[in-house]
């Protein structure tokens, strides 16, 4: 096929997204497969959403994009409710996956 994927798709932590991506990377395989690595921004609990910062968006975009790999943040949700605190709350995880991960999509 030459339809590429967007995976892992991983539900947890940012922190684990890059043990997958690696795992990916290292597979010929899945590798040649792989076109975006999507992340979904929720926090171990696979409910609440992540308070990932600028490093680890930025650590996670230099490991897509030295395979050529673009980011996506393909779910998310859990944020405070009410419009300014919830809204807030957004657009800083929504700042840091654009700006510190390159992230060239938010789903």
């Given amino acids: 096929i030459q339809t590429l994927i967007f995976m892992p798709e991983d539900v947890q932590s940012m922190y684990h997204i890059r043990g997958y991506m690696q795992a990916i990377l290292n597979d010929p395989e899945a590798k040649k497969y792989a076109g975006i690595f999507a992340i979904h921004n929720y926090a171990n ?34 944020f405070k409710a009410g419009f300014v605190e919830g809204g807030l709350e957004m657009a800083k995880s929504m700042y840091n996956a654009i700006y510190y991960g390159n992230a060239s999509a938010w789903v």
């Fill in 45 to 78: 609990d696979g409910i609440n959403p992540s308070n990932e910062g600028p490093a680890n968006w930025r650590e996670t975009y230099q490991m897509a994009s030295s395979a050529g790999r673009e980011v996506w943040m393909t779910e998310t949700s859990g």
